[in-house]
């Protein structure tokens, strides 16, 4: 590769000299036609060794914690993976501080991905405490993880000390990139990512436990109408024959309301979701204890995926998430071996 940067620099160096030594117009615009081409072509070479010779040198990270509900996760983690990938890093996934609360390896695995990635937070806090690394932005200068803070500045976007931790538009040559952000709504992205993340033992016997209690076959009705609304009554009303054709139904839902309007309707009703005993604007958000909150999820999925028919009107990346499963059940069963 660097034979042919070398390559490429040099025929740049002629053609400016044929250039400098022509008199004719037709061969001085023919040879800038084809330096302009040339260049392209070097650009990509340097970038590239650029690339490798960080790479042979030192590694690089990007420490992630991605804010937002599942789907929201999901998309942030596909584009954090894409910038590592452009940018050869490796990433450094915590997802402690989302509103799940976990350590993502105690749930969760990743096969079948060509970036590296790091999810043991013993790890990462060894990584991120190692001063001989420089952090961007660099007002960042605690290196307890326990301690970094941020805050919510609009959208999907979150400070620290007033700095917004995207990622840069270019990339840097500070040893960590520390990014804080929600996701998109984005199911075509959050499916790719779903695809690779796989189940760890603890979440395949939950799912299995509470899947044995069903029924088969059901109808699933999702409904979401925390922090979007859903017109369940009317989804309710406009498919009542076919609701009340089954003799087990799974209500998945975000919303205590919706799940008593559908046990009123004298219908054979099943949940397996904790909600919380106080107020709360979204379940994700909602103090429900975290291992319950995100097994309660894969669940869901799980559940929303194997359905024999999915009754639905809501809005938001989660349910378009679990429709786009619903057309290759693969995805979710290759999980629960």
């Not at 790479?55 to 990270?61: E, F, G, L, S």
């Not at 105690?106 to 096969?111: M, T």
């Not at 803070?149 to 976007?157: D, I, R, T």
């Amino acid at each position: 590769m660097q034979n042919k940067h070398i390559d490429l620099q040099n025929k740049l160096k002629a053609i400016k000299i044929s250039i400098n030594n022509s008199i004719d117009l037709k061969e001085i615009n023919n040879l800038k036609n084809k330096y302009a081409l040339i260049y392209k072509e070097y650009k990509v070479s340097r970038i590239n060794i650029k690339s490798i010779v960080k790479k042979i040198y030192k590694t690089q990270y990007v420490y992630l914690i991605p804010r937002g509900g599942f789907n929201d996760i999901l998309t942030r983690i596909y584009l954090t993976l894409d910038y590592c990938r452009k940018t050869n890093r490796v990433l450094l996934l915590d997802t402690r501080k989302t509103c799940y609360k976990i350590c993502f390896d105690d749930y969760f695995y990743f096969k079948n991905i060509d970036v590296t990635v790091i999810t043991d937070i013993n790890t990462i806090e060894t990584i991120f405490s190692d001063t001989t690394l420089s952090i961007y932005p660099d007002n960042i200068k605690d290196r307890d993880l326990k301690l970094f803070n941020f805050k919510h500045l609009s959208g999907n976007a979150y400070l620290n000390d007033n700095i917004i931790l995207n990622l840069p538009r270019t990339d840097t040559i500070s040893d960590i990139i520390v990014h804080v952000q929600a996701g998109i709504n984005a199911p075509e992205t959050s499916l790719i990512i779903f695809k690779s993340i796989y189940f760890k033992q603890n979440t395949i016997d939950h799912v299995k436990e509470q899947f044995s209690k069903l029924p088969s076959p059901y109808l699933c009705i999702q409904v979401r109408n925390t922090d979007y609304n859903c017109d369940y009554v009317s989804l309710y009303e406009t498919n009542k024959d076919i609701i009340h054709s089954y003799n087990a139904i799974y209500i998945a839902t975000d919303d205590k309301e919706s799940l008593e309007f559908f046990r009123s309707k004298g219908l054979p009703i099943y949940n397996f979701t904790e909600f919380p005993s106080i107020e709360y604007r979204n379940l994700h958000y909602s103090s429900v204890d975290s291992d319950i909150k995100i097994k309660n999820v894969i669940c869901d999925i799980y559940i929303i995926s194997m359905a024999e028919k999915l009754l639905t009107n809501s809005r938001g990346g989660f349910i378009k998430l679990c429709q786009n499963i619903r057309n290759d059940i693969n995805i979710i069963t290759d999980k629960m071996q």
